[in-house]
């Protein structure tokens, strides 16, 4: 039982490159979550999807898009890297009905140069 | 300004000490608060969770919540090396919310 996991766990991109960040769960949670954490900021919420089909924008939207694919998997896409997006993202998700604890993938750690 | 803020510290007490952590909030709407505990390079875990007003204790870790002064904290006895890590905070308003968090504090407790 894998839990949450993100794909991969590390890349280094050239500045104006585009890659998309991989998370898969087998929790069979309905909430998908994705973060990305700068020292000092915490974690600043970038999209979220409530259930299969659904997508909003969090707190740092700009310069990501994201695709639930289905209920198992929540794909966040960098189209045109740039340095500021260098961070290590993560990947988390909630059972619905329990509404508490969200688990986490390992994390993706990205740099931009 | 964030929803959630927090003391982002480094914060560094000898083994023993009681910690106190803490979150202040400007959405009313919040009604499920969170603690999350960070070992470096590793994803949160979820160490507390409180619905609404009023304390909760587990084993050396208490969690309070004063929504009318929109204030979480977190206490921590007889702290441990062990106990070293970043914890965050994190609020919801309701289910399938948004999840927002703190910007975490780090805590140091040495032996």
């Known amino acids: 039982n894998a839990g949450v996991t993100q794909t991969p766990k590390f890349q280094v991109l050239k500045t104006g490159q585009s890659m998309t960040l991989q998370c898969a769960q087998d929790?069979?949670?309905?909430?998908m979550y994705w973060y990305r954490q700068d020292p000092g900021m915490g974690l600043r919420l970038i999209y979220y999807?409530?259930?299969?089909?659904?997508?909003d924008k969090g707190e740092v939207p700009n310069g990501y898009n994201v695709s639930r694919l289905n209920k198992r998997e929540f794909s966040l896409r960098l189209e045109s890297a740039a340095p500021s997006q260098t961070s290590v993202y993560f990947c988390?998700?909630?059972?619905?009905?329990?509404?508490?604890?969200?688990?986490f993938g390992q994390g993706t750690r990205l740099t931009v140069v | 300004q964030k929803e959630v803020e927090q003391d982002p510290g480094p914060l560094s007490v000898p083994e023993g000490a009681i910690v106190s952590l803490n979150c202040t909030y400007s959405?009313?709407?919040?009604?499920?608060f969170m603690w999350y505990r960070q070992y470096s390079r590793k994803g949160p875990e979820l160490l507390m969770y409180?619905?609404?007003?009023g304390n909760k204790e587990d084993g050396r870790f208490t969690a309070q919540v004063d929504k009318s002064s929109k204030y979480i904290s977190l206490f921590i006895r007889d702290s441990q090396p062990s106990d070293s890590a970043t914890y965050l905070c994190?609020?919801?308003?309701?289910?399938?919310?948004?999840?927002?968090f703190g910007q975490g504090t780090e805590l140091s407790v040495k032996p």
């Open positions: 999807s409530a259930s299969e089909g659904t997508t």
């Open positions: 959405n009313s709407a919040f009604q499920y």
């Open positions: 929790m069979n949670h309905n909430s």
């Open positions: 409180t619905y609404s007003s």
């Open positions: 994190a609020m919801k308003v309701n289910q399938g919310g948004k999840l927002i």
């Open positions: 988390a998700t909630i059972r619905l009905e329990m509404n508490t604890e969200a688990f």
